[in-house]
């Protein structure tokens, strides 16, 4: 098989380039991964082959849903070819005859184009999906696409999406966040709705970013700084705080002041959070920001000691009882996975156990801004069309894809970047630690050090301890 994918490549190169789109198929459909690749490395060098593989991809798109492999073969081949004009018809007339699973596929390799615009004829596909009732997983891939790319024109399906009672609440929210201008009272109320200490925990943080996204006025302000502030934890506050960064009114100040005098998570903040506030507020709030800042330095200064008394716990828990709150009130598999299992946002945890220490991992749980692992360090990417953060998961001469939540991308026009630099913050919720209780943070703790132990290695199996 080595010799036939060098022999391949080899025609592929020879000076008459004889070989065709019709001679690369049996490659394709080869059951030997390494020809798979070498076919499809091949197949993407030759735009002009579009119309040639057509049959062949149409006829591989008649029996879905496929196997995993080989959809991801055939996603890659049509992604490969997606500005080509024949393909864009094509995925438009399998878009408006597929079955709801195909339509998804589908509309993972339309969001893939790496164009500027997405060709017209897509543009009103998205139109009619979007105002067509149900799939609803097509219409998360749809609105990913059009959040993605900043594409206008879905006012009229995002209004009519964002107020429909029966849609589910994340989804709402999505649509909300695409919508321009100031949010109406029943937008915002519905966004409050989601802060709710009983609300999906993913809906939560999405609503709270799009709460920051927006431009709020006065009253709203203020009823975050009556209702919502007053219960924010060490998790929910870090994401509020920055709501009041362009308010002068005093009032909301005063409460902003008290909730952080009294607040047990106050080490978690930062001075980029807490200076930004109270320098708008004039300086009749000046000695009031350096009390702030004075005790949260003081309890910095105690944090050792903190994480000392954490590691004592730490491998005390259960595993199973860790797995239900990796996968739930601690909301870890938003953004991470164990196995097959989780979010991709952030780094696998699978074998975490082997590359950080006890002290490392309870650190990167309190404290997330101390220290980044590598190709996961948070981004501020100022453009002509506004300030975007997230982590950078692909990034070409022309283009910066950021990822600025779990599943939710912003494509950028390099053209647009007006400075890149690396945000002190993390994308990880500050104070997570501080919402469990010590015993479920030793549950936590067991799972994520013992769930993937190898007897081989590790010599005090938490798993097999647990159980006896």
Not at 212 to 224: C, F, R, Y
């Amino acid at each position: 098989n080595e010799v036939k994918a060098i022999a391949l490549k080899a025609m592929d190169q020879m000076e008459n380039k004889q070989l065709t789109a019709t001679q690369l198929q049996p490659f394709l459909n080869s059951p030997h991964q390494q020809l798979q690749n070498v076919a499809l490395w091949v197949a993407e060098h030759h735009p002009n082959w579009a119309s040639d593989l057509l049959p062949y991809i149409k006829n591989k798109l008649s029996v879905f849903p496929q196997k995993e492999k080989e959809a991801e073969l055939l996603q890659k081949l049509m992604q490969s070819y997606t500005s080509q004009t024949s393909m864009q018809a094509f995925i438009k007339d399998e878009m408006q005859t597929g079955t709801e699973d195909k339509k998804i596929f589908l509309a993972k390799i339309m969001g893939s184009l790496n164009a500027d615009k997405l060709p017209a004829i897509w543009i009103d596909l998205l139109h009619n999906e979007l105002q067509n009732e149900g799939n609803i997983a097509l219409k998360s891939e749809l609105l990913n696409i059009i959040k993605s790319r900043n594409i206008e024109g879905f006012e009229k399906e995002m209004e009519l999406l964002s107020s429909n009672s029966k849609m589910p609440n994340n989804l709402r929210v999505s649509c909300i966040e695409i919508l321009k201008g100031a949010l109406n009272d029943q937008q915002f109320q519905f966004l409050l709705s989601q802060l709710d200490e009983k609300a999906d925990a993913s809906t939560k943080q999405l609503s709270m970013s799009v709460l920051n996204a927006k431009n709020l006025t006065d009253s709203q302000l203020e009823i975050i700084a009556r209702q919502v502030l007053p219960n924010a934890n060490a998790l929910t506050l870090p994401q509020i705080l920055p709501y009041f960064k362009k308010s002068k009114n005093a009032e909301i100040g005063n409460l902003i002041y008290a909730k952080l005098l009294n607040f047990q998570g106050l080490d978690n903040l930062n001075e980029s959070m807490i200076n930004p506030i109270f320098d708008n507020l004039g300086d009749t709030f000046e000695g009031k920001k350096q009390e702030i800042l004075s005790k949260m330095n003081a309890l910095k200064a105690e944090r050792i000691v903190y994480l000392k008394e954490l590691e004592k716990i730490a491998k005390t828990g259960d595993i199973e009882r860790g797995r239900k709150i990796f996968y739930g009130k601690a909301i870890c598999s938003t953004c991470h996975n164990v196995g097959a299992e989780g979010g991709k946002f952030g780094p696998d945890l699978t074998s975490i156990q082997r590359d950080r220490s006890v002290h490392d991992l309870l650190e990167a749980i309190a404290y997330p801004s101390v220290s980044f692992v590598r190709l996961y360090e948070t981004y501020q990417i100022e453009t002509t069309n506004g300030t975007f953060t997230g982590i950078i998961k692909e990034q070409t001469p022309n283009l910066i894809l950021l990822e600025i939540g779990p599943n939710s991308f912003k494509r950028i026009d390099m053209k647009e970047v007006k400075s890149t630099k690396i945000s002190d913050n993390s994308m990880m919720p500050q104070g997570l630690e501080r919402i469990l209780t010590k015993a479920e943070l030793a549950d936590l703790m067991t799972f994520l050090l013992g769930q993937d132990q190898d007897p081989a290695f590790d010599s005090d199996l938490l798993r097999l301890r647990n159980k006896n």
